[in-house]
């Protein structure tokens, strides 16, 4: 968590998820989304808005960490492609979105708060987080590959 803990704002108060890396400047995290196992967030630990309110190096710093999980991603959990958002409209603090999308999601190929566009397939679900275990894994790897340790 950030030194500067602003109560309003969930990210700063919690976690925001199952924290799978803890870095000085920022977290990976596996959100709980039951429609998106996978969803993972990076999570700046600085109260900030904006990610030009970083210095360039922080910000080089947080990309990538998120090409890192989207690398982790592909590879374990093979999405036919990866959303990447930094929306922060409800939340004003900076994160990053990192979705696998499949083909045969609720919302594919519109964004993941639209409309869905069909029911869930449970089968498909419950594969995907039968793949969780790996996506740990492999998000710690390619951290640790990106030499984004501690």
Not at 20 to 29: G, S
Not at 56 to 78: F, G, H, I, K, Y
Not at 120 to 135: C, F, I
Request: with cysteine.
């Amino acid at each position: 968590m950030s030194a500067s803990v602003v109560p309003a704002c969930e990210l700063c108060a919690g976690d925001g998820g199952e924290v799978l890396w803890q870095h000085p400047a920022f977290r990976v995290v596996l959100v709980d989304e039951a429609d998106y196992p996978g969803f993972c967030r990076v999570i700046c630990h600085a109260h900030v808005k904006e990610m030009t309110d970083l210095a360039p190096a922080q910000r080089t710093l947080l990309a990538n960490a998120v090409w890192a999980v989207e690398a982790a991603q592909r590879e374990v959990m093979q999405p036919e492609k990866v959303n990447l958002a930094t929306l922060g409209n409800m939340t004003p603090h900076v994160h990053w979105h990192v979705i696998p999308r499949f083909t045969d999601d609720r919302h594919f190929p519109s964004p993941v708060w639209a409309e869905p566009r069909r029911a869930a397939d449970e089968a498909s679900l419950a594969a995907r987080r039968a793949l969780l275990p790996q996506l740990r894994e492999a998000v710690r790897r390619h951290l640790d590959a990106a030499g984004l340790a501690a």
